[in-house]
């Protein structure tokens, strides 16, 4: 009975995830801004960077007001500025909503990531049920991500590509359900603490040596899903010269198999131990980065990319469960440092960039491998 009120709980928070997966359609959406306005590549290119830099600004502060506001309250808030961000540009459509829509889905977001997890701490108490949980809300997310382009190109083939922005008012209605929802559902509170915490308060939680492992666990674990999404279509380019219709599915290889395995984690790491899960799927992570640096096959090469999103799916919340329950009484400080790796991650990007401008390909890939290297370290070292 118990377990049953946790997962009725949990239900509306889980719907919390779709709404963190609506980041993923700056990629496509700015396309149709930049035609529409005639933005520069420049400033079109810097449209992601409005949506996610606010990861590394806002991270900490959120996650230290969040013990006076409480976890729910601050969700709540992460939706109502992305529903105003949604329905902006419906009122009035230019460049200037166009920025501003993006930025408050990006601030919207950045508050959402730092306190949805530990929302989900409030309604499950078991220590292998949360790992699931937080596996299964990446299933959610990973869904949204998916549907997310989907949504822009019908409100592009419905209503016209000069109206591609009627995709905004669908997701903020999304989110307004899932926001009305989750205020009516009655989860308990944790603790209040009042007390007043600095960002340095925070950052000095990086002297517990656990902490800090389990802080460059994500840097790198983000830095592995961003990279080989980015890899995965230069190294079809460059080693078989596929031609641009043909590399787009090879992310798409990445991102289906990357759902899949999280699907399978939610199930499995409620009945297995999550650091022995983390464990086996690393060293498979790393097995398969290396195949995919000595194997030159185009059938073999894009299997191997599909297993890497697989085996690293899972990754991400066993590090930010395993994280929480060190020190679940720093559990909100804690959520606004790992959001903060999730900023950070981002910059093994450039390095890859660099390595096969300079090298070659297969030192890009090198560079994911030493990622995955750090996260095996990282899996046997937890206790």
Do not use: H
């Not at 990629?27 to 409005?50: C, E, H, K, N």
């Not at 949506?51 to 992460?78: A, C, D, E, H, Y």
């Amino acid at each position: 009975m118990k377990n049953q009120k946790s997962l009725l709980l949990s239900l509306p928070v889980l719907l919390g995830f779709f709404v963190m997966g609506f980041c993923d359609i700056v990629g496509i959406s700015s396309d149709y801004v930049q035609r529409m306005f005639g933005w520069s590549p420049a400033l079109t290119g810097f449209v992601p960077s409005m949506v996610f830099i606010w990861f590394l600004f806002l991270g900490i502060p959120i996650g230290n007001k969040m013990n006076q506001w409480g976890r729910k309250n601050t969700v709540l808030l992460s939706m109502a500025i992305t529903i105003v961000g949604m329905f902006l540009p419906l009122f009035s459509y230019n460049s200037m909503t166009s920025v501003t829509a993006y930025a408050l889905l990006g601030i919207g977001n950045a508050i959402l990531q730092v306190s949805l997890n530990p929302l989900l701490n409030n309604v499950i108490r078991s220590g292998n049920m949360l790992t699931s949980s937080l596996t299964a809300g990446q299933v959610v997310k990973a869904i949204s991500s998916l549907l997310g382009p989907e949504i822009v190109l019908f409100t592009v083939s419905r209503f016209s590509e000069d109206k591609w922005y009627y995709c905004f008012p669908i997701l903020g209605a999304i989110t307004l359900l899932s926001a009305v929802w989750l205020m009516f559902t009655p989860i308990p509170r944790e603790d209040r603490i009042e007390d007043r915490i600095s960002v340095k308060d925070t950052f000095s939680l990086l002297s517990n040596k656990m902490i800090l492992l389990l802080f460059l666990g994500i840097f790198f674990i983000v830095g592995v899903d961003v990279a080989t999404n980015y890899i995965s279509s230069k190294l079809m380019t460059i080693r078989f010269g596929w031609t641009e219709a043909q590399v787009k599915f090879a992310p798409q290889v990445y991102f289906l198999c990357r759902t899949i395995g999280a699907l399978l984690g939610a199930f499995m790491l409620a009945k297995v131990d999550e650091i022995k899960y983390f464990k086996v799927n690393i060293v498979a992570c790393g097995v398969s980065l290396l195949l995919l640096i000595f194997i030159v096959s185009d059938v073999m090469d894009l299997v191997l990319i599909g297993a890497v999103g697989f085996f690293a799916s899972s990754v991400f919340p066993i590090i930010y469960s395993v994280a929480l329950k060190k020190r679940p009484d720093k559990a909100n400080q804690i959520s606004g440092l790992l959001i903060t790796a999730i900023a950070g991650g981002g910059i093994v990007t450039p390095a890859i960039g660099f390595s096969i401008a300079n090298i070659g390909i297969t030192a890009g890939v090198f560079i994911v491998f030493l990622c995955v290297a750090y996260l095996t370290y990282c899996a046997f070292t937890i206790k």
